[in-house]
Structure formats: C-alpha cells, structure tokens
C-alpha cells in the first residue's frame, strides 16, 4: 500500500465488493468487511468511530532475518490497544501486517526456501498467540514484479507466494484470517498471484483500487476511479471483472477505498484539467478540504453526520 504520510492514523478503509444495496451486504454477516489499516500510535485509537469497522489492520511489521518482528514499545503498546478494543466490539478482528510500500525489501528472498516460509509462519503464529490478534495480511510490493524501486523480485515469487499462504494456513489453523494486499493493475493480476490457488487458502484480498494515477504520473486523473473512461482504463470496476472472470468469487474480494487526493501544477485549462499533462505538486488529506481546497475553488462540502469517517461530497455553490 502506497502512502506519503507515514504517520496517518486511518491510511483508508475497505469496503467489501457487494455490488447490491446495503441490506445485502449486512445481510451477507461475515462476509461484509469494512477494513481500516491503523498506522499511528496507541494514544490516537479512540478518536475514530470503532464500532462501524470489522476490521482493523495494524500497519506494518516487518521481516528481521526470516521471522515477523513487532521490535519497539510503541508498536506493542498500539497492538494491545487495539485487541482491548475488542471487550467493547466484541466481533471485531484486528490483524497484523507485513510490508507496506518500501518495507518488504527481503520478501523476495526470505520466501524463496521452505525454511524461510515456515520460519516466517511460525513467528506469526507466536505474535497472535502473544497478542490475542486474529489473523495476517501480507502486503508484499509485489511478487514476480518490479515494486518499491531497488527491491528485489523474481518471476519465482509467483509460486513462493502460493507456498507462503499455504505454509501460513497450516501454522495458523482455520481460526485466523488470512488476507493479503493486491495491485489493481493488469500487470500485478496477470503476473504476481496464482489466484486459482491461493484465493482457497485465504480468506480475502484487499484491492488496492487507489494511487492509479500517481506522484510519479506526468498527467492527472481519478487515483481511486469506480469505472473505466476512454482515457483512463483501470479502475475499480476493470479489477473486479478481471478477477470474476477467471474464478474468484466477489465475497473475497475487498474494494480499497482512500480519502485524500492528489493535486498537480503546469495543467492547461482543456477538459477541465482532467488526464492532462502536468507536475505533480502534493498529497491532500480529506481533512484539508473544507479549510483549504473550499477557499481557492468556491465548493460547498456537505458531510455525514459521523464526521469522523465522512467523505465530502463536493458541489459548486453557483450550481445549488
């Protein structure tokens, strides 16, 4: 999972892919996922509306040689505040991560043998048991493909990945959840994950529908697009169809959805400044909007009433 801001508390939140009404989905009981991935400290948790997620993922540990590391107090601190979270919403799973953007540097090597793998589920199998926490999710960037410039990768990550959920699912029993972050890109969902057999030992798979259109895109565009255009092919709808069309079922798979956007300079005025060439400038937290982007752009932001998990929906005041 891509992210500039290291010390985000909620980097995004998933929601599962029910292409129905919310009924539906509710209806669905433990197959409706409403995941945030935590990455901030202890002291922070209780300022977010708990008791409309399911899931919360806590971002990132890390490989020291073959084993999953929690190494500092503050990490533990986070994790134990998070699974005490769990007296008052009883039904909610917190999970740890491996990786993120830039932190599987060794991933591609330590999962190559079976002495890493299994090393590497055993050593998750010992944090749950200490931690209470109820599953992983491993966000490796990525297997089989060019991710996190320099790190290394290799067309056998492909198979080790398969052996590596497989080796997991054998330490950890059927109790804990297996998830894992994936690319919304062709290149990932052709090349990175045998889906035919890892998708049966899993239990779901984050889509990271987001940061399409990027820091280092020469153009603008949607970075989280719901449906495809002419000018920009991926979005959220391509992954989706991709995937059910060669077998994985929509009950495991989950649509990452971010709150913030992305802003680019040196864009001429045609189409509105949509897919056009241009510098990227930043990163914009949704938090942002009301204070700063409202004042330059004459928008009005109306917001649910939960503001702590809203999202803006954006009109023009000389159209109301």
Not at 5 to 19: L, N, P, S, T
Not at 37 to 59: E, G, K, V
Not at 185 to 205: N, R
């Amino acid at each position: 999972m891509k992210t500039s801001i290291k010390h985000m508390a909620w980097v995004m939140a998933w929601v599962a892919c029910w292409f129905t009404n919310s009924v539906s989905g509710q209806a669905a009981g433990n197959n409706f996922r409403v995941i945030a991935y935590y990455a901030s400290n202890a002291a922070n948790i209780d300022s977010f509306a708990i008791d409309q997620l399911t899931h919360i993922i806590y971002s990132f540990c890390h490989l020291k040689g073959n084993r999953l590391e929690v190494d500092n107090k503050g990490d533990s601190l986070t994790i134990q505040k998070l699974v005490s979270l769990k007296v008052k919403y009883p039904k909610l799973k917190v999970l740890l991560s491996l990786g993120g953007w830039g932190g599987c540097k060794t991933c591609s090597g330590v999962f190559d043998t079976d002495e890493g793998r299994k090393e590497f589920a055993t050593s998750v199998k010992e944090l749950a048991d200490y931690f209470k926490t109820d599953g992983i999710d491993l966000d490796w960037e990525y297997p089989a493909i060019e991710g996190y410039p320099g790190h290394p990768f290799k067309p056998e990550d492909k198979n080790n990945f398969t052996a590596l959920v497989k080796a997991l699912r054998v330490s950890l029993g059927q109790e804990q959840e297996i998830s894992f972050a994936a690319g919304a890109f062709p290149k990932f969902l052709e090349q990175s994950i045998d889906w035919a057999k890892v998708m049966p030992v899993v239990d779901y798979v984050n889509l990271m529908n987001y940061d399409m259109v990027h820091g280092n895109t020469p153009h603008t565009g949607h970075h989280t697009p719901l449906y495809s255009t002419d000018d920009q092919k991926e979005s959220v709808h391509a992954c989706v169809s991709y995937l059910e069309s060669i077998g994985v079922s929509r009950q495991q798979m989950v649509i990452g959805a971010a709150f913030y956007g992305r802003s680019w300079g040196q864009v001429e005025n045609v189409n509105h400044g949509l897919y056009q060439p241009g510098v990227f400038k930043n990163f914009l937290s949704h938090n942002i909007f009301d204070r700063i982007v409202n004042k330059r752009m004459d928008l009005l932001f109306i917001m649910t009433k939960k503001r702590r998990l809203a999202m803006p929906i954006i009109k023009s005041k000389k159209s109301l």
